[in-house]
């Protein structure tokens, strides 16, 4: 199944995290959702947290689409989302990119929101 879903909002305290290092990996699936809930969400992870990255999911306007942003500590530790996250959905069938701060794009269909979040990890745990 794509992505299942599950609420939406700007709190951070939604969706899942993971400690990777020295980075607070957030990820969270909303399912049909709208640009603004998860651009909020988002935003809240990286002001309420030092080292993060957080990775949104949904259906916007009908397309699987992803938003990743990065924290300031995050960024000096030498991820860079627009490079980092583009490659990584480059290499599933993806599209997008972005700044060191944030990327987005689209995601192939039928992508598995667990399989997306299992690269992401494995990523960050072998970024240099």
């Known amino acids: 199944e ?4 599950g609420g939406g ?15 607070e990996f957030h990820f969270h699936d909303f399912g ?4 603004d809930s998860m651009a909020g969400w988002s935003d809240a992870v990286k002001s309420s947290h030092d080292a993060a990255l957080s990775l949104a999911v ?10 990743v942003s990065a924290s300031a ?13 583009g ?5 599933m069938g ?4 972005g700044k060191p701060a944030f990327a987005r794009g689209s995601l192939p269909d039928g992508l598995a929101f667990d399989e997306l979040v299992a690269r ?7 970024h240099k």
């Open 73 to 85: 500590s995050a960024i000096k530790s030498g991820f860079d989302c627009g490079k980092d996250f």
């Open 9 to 23: 909002g700007s709190n951070a305290s939604i969706g899942s995290q993971e400690k990777i290092g020295a980075v």
């Open 2 to 5: 794509r992505f299942s879903g």
């Open 58 to 67: 949904g259906i916007l306007n009908g397309k699987s689409t992803f938003m």
């Open 120 to 126: 992401a990890k494995n990523m960050i745990e072998n």
């Open 32 to 35: 049909e959702a709208d640009q």
């Open 94 to 97: 993806g599209r997008g990119g």
């Open 87 to 91: 490659a990584l959905i480059r290499e």
